[in-house]
């Protein structure tokens, strides 16, 4: 059991950066493969970025490829994901979420490989 919490979500416009976190607490962070969603309403849930135990292994979904990147912290238990030139097309919640192991890079951008899941955090790029 692991428990997520994200934050750094807020309002900018077209061409601007953020940087999300997700603090976890629980069981040891380094043992989880970890992945960020987003969801826009009336949208599905749609994955977005994954990355492995170490950290040495990531992968994307080609809309945010040279963009976004996602790495994380061991020592602070705690996982990013760096979000540049933002697009309207970009607002939506942003979740964390930990899987127990990486399987391959396909099963980890599907929403069911993961165990747990943070409360979300807003991004709203203004147009």
């Known amino acids: 059991q692991v428990q997520l919490v994200e934050s750094g979500g807020g309002l900018v416009q077209v061409g601007d950066s953020l940087r999300l976190s997700c603090a976890a607490s629980?069981?040891?962070?380094?043992?989880?493969?970890m992945g960020w969603f987003r969801q826009a309403p009336g949208k599905e849930r749609e994955f977005v970025a994954a990355?492995?135990?170490?950290?040495?292994?990531?992968t994307y979904t080609d809309s945010v490829k040279g963009r976004f990147t996602i790495s994380r912290d061991n020592g602070k238990n705690t996982l990013y994901l760096q979000m540049n030139s933002l697009k309207p097309e970009d607002t939506a919640i942003y979740y964390c979420?930990?899987?127990?192991?990486?399987?391959?890079?396909?099963?980890?951008?599907?929403?069911?490989?993961?165990?747990?899941w943070g409360q979300g955090t807003q991004v709203t790029v203004s147009s």
């Open positions: 629980g069981r040891t962070f380094s043992n989880y493969a």
């Open positions: 990355v492995n135990l170490s950290g040495s292994r990531t």
């Open positions: 979420a930990a899987a127990l192991v990486w399987s391959t890079t396909l099963l980890m951008s599907r929403s069911t490989s993961y165990n747990s």
